[in-house]
């Protein structure tokens, strides 16, 4: 398949595309209250889609040089934006990586619709939008239902770690990991740990969080 030749019309169309196929990305992410929404993701597809754009317009006046070395720059480039929505919490939670990925593929969307590569970029951008939407509630199914849960908990002072191991074992769950949050909370009397908790089998985490709420020496729990 050889290069489509660079024209007025052709660039208007594949900058448009990019402003279509960002836009319907950002939206998801948007909706969602996420670090970069649907603007973000507009200007990104249309950065990268420009910037091929460029280059093979330089390609084509000079009749030299390589067709997609711009392009090349954009797929590195575009890590100091995705690295800008990443968080890490508080309590150790990492946020934003799913939105650094989806500025990362709509990048590789803008490059392909700025080289006219049409149909990859079609097939990508309904491929992206369906996994940040679509597989959302199958995602979010599989880490509700998961063996293994990260939860905050808050217990009072007369409860000591041997009481919460035991309370632990006859419910058939296991301790991997606990942390002492330092920081929180600023009650007297009450001590805040981050635990990693692992099921003998698949149960429903909010089934599980009613539970460990009954038990006597926790005030307060969470999952992470």
Not at 1 to 15: D, F, N, Q, S
Not at 71 to 96: M, N, W, Y
Not at 108 to 113: D, Q, S, T
Not at 164 to 174: A, D, P
Request: glycine fraction near 12%; aromatic fraction near 8%; charged fraction near 20%.
């Amino acid at each position: 398949m050889e290069m489509l030749p660079l024209t007025y019309e052709g660039a208007a169309l594949r900058i448009l595309c990019a402003i279509f196929i960002g836009g319907l990305l950002g939206l998801d992410r948007g909706l969602k209250n996420r670090p970069a929404g649907m603007r973000t993701y507009m200007l990104v597809c249309v950065g990268s889609c420009l910037i091929m754009l460029t280059n093979q317009f330089i390609y084509q006046s000079a009749g030299t040089g390589d067709p997609v070395r711009m392009g090349a720059q954009v797929v590195s480039g575009i890590g100091f934006l995705g690295a800008g929505t990443i968080i890490v919490t508080r309590r150790s939670q990492i946020k934003g990586l799913t939105t650094a990925a989806g500025l990362w593929a709509a990048a590789g969307v803008g490059l392909a619709l700025g080289v006219g590569f049409y149909f990859g970029a079609a097939l990508g951008g309904a491929a992206i939008f369906g996994v940040m939407t679509l597989l959302h509630r199958m995602d979010n199914k599989l880490q509700s239902n998961a063996r293994t849960i990260e939860v905050y908990v808050e217990m009072s002072q007369d409860f000591s770690v041997g009481d919460f191991l035991r309370e632990l074992r006859t419910r058939n769950l296991e301790l991997h990991e606990l942390q002492r949050e330092h920081d929180a909370p600023r009650e007297q009397g009450v001590r805040a740990y981050l635990a990693t908790l692992r099921a003998q089998r698949r149960t429903s985490h909010i089934e599980l969080l009613e539970d460990l709420t009954k038990i006597p020496g926790i005030l307060f729990i969470e999952e992470l």
